[in-house]
């Protein structure tokens, strides 16, 4: 085979074989390069630590016992691996580094080699060579998506973001969306409109509709809540990959949940019997709760692991008897709740809240607060998607296709705060 080397390896010996044609070598270096030569051999160009230069090796294809662990492939680029073999000499000028031996110190940053450890019922095993200890890889991956899981361990290898932050383009509004919105405002304002009819808000849709005090009053009260993750999840990235689920509680979630308290506050009489679909782990539910003695709240959530965790977190926080956690559809609920009259002797829900309530779910939502003549809350996401067919939302019925299109799109739109409250 006749093969130039690149680089420079470390010789471990010069120790010759009895046609004085090859020596052994053995190092360990980073996979920057490879490539097929032919059906036999795979080139591997390795930058070994203190040198500038790399060393192309090569490792027989059909000789998979060479290569530890034998569990998955995991000869990627970036990958770090430890070498050894001999150099063979074809001539005084050539010269290559056929492998014997290959061992992974590190993994590369590849989501299907990842993939491939955490498909393994041994993948604990390979924890030090994803730069952590076990401990630290069981608790990353129980309860997590192999998705976030995939995207953690990524930047725990890398030290920094799966991917670079995208480059920041604001929302372009449509002048024909535009014209759909005022269209349907003036259709709404119409009197002569018996149809439907455009409804306003109660209360101003201004962030600031709280003093300082009773800002620093809430966020004393939230600061004191027992954090609400899963174990070991705190440096877990969370769904969105931007933040750690502990980054995203802090800076984003707490301050949605103050958000709702103090517009509860607010109202001019304080309701009763709070309704919060789809509320998951309760983190709205216990903020609400503790602000509001008084007040009895009912979460309705159809994933059950969610729900056993709001109980136990209510408990923690010494407020599990005035929350009860349904785990069912909502459309289950509305129906069951229509059904008993009274709410089953429970008594009669007087107000809804829902944050980010997906897709339809807002929809359905303000679907049972308008039947049950209920003032709400409702911060709705994911607007244009739909999730509960064969469920239509009730303002479908007031638009043809395109407006409805439309009017999902302008509610959006984060960039154009002013025209989504109005969409």
Not at 61 to 85: K, N, S, W
Request: include cysteine; aromatic fraction near 8%.
């Amino acid at each position: 085979m006749d093969l130039p080397s690149q680089g420079k390896a470390t010789i471990t010996t010069t120790t010759k074989n009895e046609n004085n044609d090859s020596s052994l070598f053995e190092f360990t270096g980073k996979i920057l390069r490879k490539k097929n030569i032919s059906t036999d051999y795979l080139k591997l160009a390795i930058l070994e630590d203190g040198n500038d230069r790399s060393t192309n090796v090569y490792i027989p294809r059909m000789e998979p016992a060479i290569c530890t662990p034998t569990d998955f492939h995991y000869l990627y680029i970036d990958a770090i691996i430890h070498v050894q073999g001999c150099i063979n000499i074809e001539s005084v000028t050539e010269s290559y580094h056929h492998v014997t031996q290959c061992n992974l110190i590190k993994c590369a940053p590849n989501i299907k080699m990842i993939k491939e450890i955490l498909a393994l019922p041994n993948y604990l095993s390979f924890a030090s060579t994803l730069g952590m200890d076990k401990d630290e890889f069981q608790s990353m991956v129980e309860g997590n998506r192999t998705k976030v899981v995939v995207h953690s361990i990524i930047e725990k290898i890398t030290g920094g973001p799966t991917k670079a932050p995208p480059r920041y383009r604001p929302c372009r509004i449509k002048r024909s969306d535009m014209e759909i919105l005022e269209h349907k405002e003036a259709e709404g304002q119409d009197e002569l409109n018996h149809s439907w009819r455009l409804r306003q808000p109660c209360q101003s849709l201004d962030d600031t509709i709280y003093s300082f005090h009773d800002k620093k009053e809430s966020v004393g009260k939230t600061e004191s809540v027992v954090k609400n993750l899963p174990e070991g999840a705190d440096d877990v990235v969370s769904a969105h990959h931007k933040m750690t689920r502990l980054e995203y509680l802090e800076k984003k979630k707490n301050n949605q949940t103050i958000w709702f308290v103090e517009r509860i506050r607010q109202l001019p009489k304080l309701p009763t019997r709070i309704l919060d679909v789809g509320g998951g782990r309760g983190d709205l539910a216990v903020h609400i709760a503790i602000h509001f003695p008084e007040v009895q709240v009912i979460v309705v959530d159809s994933n059950e692991r969610s729900v056993l965790a709001g109980r136990d977190y209510a408990a923690k926080v010494n407020v599990h008897d005035r929350i009860e956690f349904c785990c069912m559809n909502f459309s289950d609920y509305m129906e069951e709740y229509e059904a008993a009259g009274d709410a089953g002797g429970n008594g009669v829900v007087d107000f809804v809240v829902a944050l980010h309530a997906c897709g339809d779910l807002s929809d359905m939502a303000l679907s049972f607060a308008a039947s049950n003549d209920c003032n709400f809350i409702i911060c709705p996401c994911c607007y244009p998607k739909r999730y509960l067919a064969p469920f239509v939302p009730h303002w479908h019925h007031f638009c043809k296709e395109k407006e409805i299109d439309s009017l999902s799109r302008l509610v959006e739109l984060d960039d154009h705060r002013e025209v989504s409250r109005r969409a």
